[in-house]
């Protein structure tokens, strides 16, 4: 007997058991103590009820977590927070959000998974693509038939309606072929089956087999507004801190910010949504943390404001919030720079270096368009710095003696425009101190140029062709600040106007600062940066230059090292300035000379006489 009994089939698990098994293993690696207390009260004081069942709306997710309502986002959230609660079992998707699968929604929401999940892929892209997208029903349901969950009941949301809608459109989309990968299994998906040790688990997780995914533009454009806000959250800090960035002035600028990163994602005159296939691709150059604000944002569901000790009872009974301001993220904004902006740079720079770590050392607006007074204001940051530039775009016919001017120092050759918009705003982001050049350029391989307006676009440094960028100034050179081109070559004096030469992908500013010129030549390699992946074709943008600024990146120290040696090279031009020589007291010019170690020994300081 107990031979047949070892002999049975082992009894196979269901969804339910393995989903539990893995949620255990969350809660056991993922969160303290503390903090599993805190997700358990946070979500017994939110659920709802029904029968025996506990669980969470949509408009408790969005007021829990402070969503303004302004960004009319929320939809889009729970739509996300729906699906990955049912993790590792997509199929299963969307699903009622009871404890279990918000403990999968937090972890991954924090990329926590990582410390269960570390020996395959850790990377959450696909996951979180697949749980913005809406599908093409009429093929999909080719091809498989409709789900049953294990109640043969269809998952309700708390309006009775079926939120399995929202996951698919009725149109079918001709570019569907690009896409081939999205029916592949998620790799995070795989790496939780490889965990859980089953192998009819690869089986049951297979998810099904859905063609013409899209994220629909208008749905991707709320939420990078959201992102946008969320990216300087701390884990305590909350959505309600940063009010003031969804009103006014700020709200329209956090759009446009949002604007020019969609543009970069899809043409939303020519397609609906946006494919896998590109959004995979672009993403890790251009904007590699641009779901870090959901870290932030969902760290609250693991503090309890039941036990935020920042709490304080008055007369034993009347709980008051201690108030809680958000530090603003600038010290002050500049004329292109503000915190929406700020937002948009830290998609593709470490946050870390920028919310409340950069200021200003140079403005063309106050300090004056020269190459003097950038080096003035500039030179003495041992830091990294931000250059933004932003101007408005040049006639293809010159207009004026200027415009004649600039365009006769560039090569013949041009392309066509980078955008239908007149606006544009380029920057660069330097490790290294500015310094004048004169026979090679300075700058290193994480040297990173970008555009931040119409398009959100970045173009990585090379490591094969190191001419990053270059000051050089009169007379041993041509006068020009130039990013991604050719040093330029001493001046002859029977040269006048030098011809600039461009580089493949290159940013240059001539000596005024009243002009600038973005070259992108995408048939062309060996440059000193990358050409982009957003827009594969040749094209130039010459513009008039309104705004010049630039920011250091660093702390206090940064700040007060700068400070000193301004002052000491103040203190020795004010010396200089109070040498009198010349004056006829030859004696005592003699005698000042000699102290300095100018003359005197066999050294001549030549006739004062």
């Not at 050049?437 to 555009?451: P, Y």
């Not at 400070?563 to 010396?575: G, P």
Request: aromatic share 10%; hydrophobic share 40%.
């Amino acid at each position: 007997m107990g031979q047949t009994l070892s002999d049975e089939t082992p009894q196979r698990r269901t969804h339910e058991d393995l989903s539990h098994e893995l949620a255990l293993r969350f809660k056991d690696k993922c969160f303290t103590s503390f903090e599993f207390y805190s997700l358990k009260d946070v979500f017994k004081s939110l659920a709802d009820h029904q029968d025996t069942m506990k669980y969470l709306k949509e408009d408790t997710v969005a007021r829990y977590l402070e969503i303004p309502d302004i960004l009319h986002v929320s939809p889009v959230i729970f739509q996300m927070v729906s699906y990955l609660g049912a993790f590792p079992f997509m199929q299963d998707a969307p699903v009622v959000l009871e404890l279990p699968q918000m403990i999968m929604v937090v972890v991954i929401m924090t990329e926590r998974y990582r410390k269960v999940l570390a020996r395959g892929s850790t990377d959450r892209t696909k996951l979180l693509f697949k749980s913005l997208a809406v599908y093409d029903r009429k093929l999909s349901e080719v091809e498989i038939k409709p789900i049953v969950t294990e109640t043969n009941e269809p998952v309700q949301t708390q309006n009775g309606r079926s939120h399995a809608a929202g996951f698919a459109v009725d149109h079918a989309h001709e570019d569907d072929a690009e896409d081939d990968d999205d029916d592949d299994d998620d790799d995070l998906v795989l790496t939780a089956f490889e965990l859980l040790d089953v192998k009819e688990a690869v089986q049951q997780g297979h998810a099904p087999t859905f063609h013409g995914a899209t994220i629909p533009s208008d749905n991707f454009r709320k939420l990078l507004m959201l992102l946008l806000l969320a990216a300087p959250l701390d884990p305590q800090e909350s959505l309600s801190m940063y009010s003031t960035r969804v009103v006014g002035d700020e709200l329209e600028s956090l759009r446009s910010a949002a604007e020019s990163i969609l543009a970069s994602f899809v043409d939303v005159e020519k397609a609906p949504g946006i494919k896998y296939a590109h959004f995979k691709t672009v993403i890790p150059v251009i904007c590699p943390n641009l779901f870090r604000g959901f870290n932030g944002l969902f760290e609250h569901f693991l503090f309890s404001k039941n036990l935020d000790l920042s709490k304080h009872k008055i007369d034993g009974s009347k709980t008051i919030e201690a108030p809680k301001m958000a530090q603003p993220l600038l010290t002050n904004n500049g004329d292109i720079l503000n915190a929406s902006v700020l937002s948009q740079i830290s998609l593709f720079l470490p946050g870390s270096d920028l919310f409340r770590k950069v200021r200003l050392l140079y403005s063309g607006n106050e300090a004056g368009f020269s190459m003097g007074s950038f080096q003035t204001k500039v030179f003495n940051w041992q830091a990294p710095t931000l250059l933004l530039v932003s101007g408005t775009r040049l006639d293809d016919v010159p207009d004026g003696g200027q415009e004649s001017a600039f365009a006769a120092t560039l090569p013949p050759r041009r392309f066509r425009h980078g955008s239908k918009s007149d606006r544009l705003t380029y920057g660069v982001y330097i490790r290294e101190p500015w310094k004048h050049t004169h026979k090679e350029c300075f700058g290193g391989s994480d040297t990173i140029l970008f555009q931040l307006e119409p398009y959100h676009d970045v173009f990585p440094a090379s490591t094969i062709n190191k001419e990053y960028v270059t000051f050089s100034k009169a007379p041993a050179n041509s006068p020009v600040l130039a990013v991604g081109c050719p040093h330029p070559q001493p001046t002859k004096a029977t040269r006048k106007a030098e011809l600039h030469h461009l580089g493949s992908v290159s940013l240059l500013l001539d000596d005024s600062f009243e002009f600038g010129v973005f070259n992108h030549d995408y048939t062309s390699r060996g440059g000193a940066f990358r050409p982009s992946l957003v827009r594969k074709f040749n094209f130039q943008d010459r513009f008039q230059i309104e705004n010049l600024e630039v920011w250091g990146c660093g702390g206090d120290k940064e700040a007060q090292a700068q400070a000193e040696r301004w002052a000491w090279e103040e203190r020795e031009a004010e010396a200089r300035r109070k040498v009198n020589l010349g004056t006829g007291d030859i004696e005592a010019d003699r005698a000042l000379l000699e102290m300095a170690g100018l003359i005197g020994a066999n050294r001549s300081g030549g006739s004062m006489g």
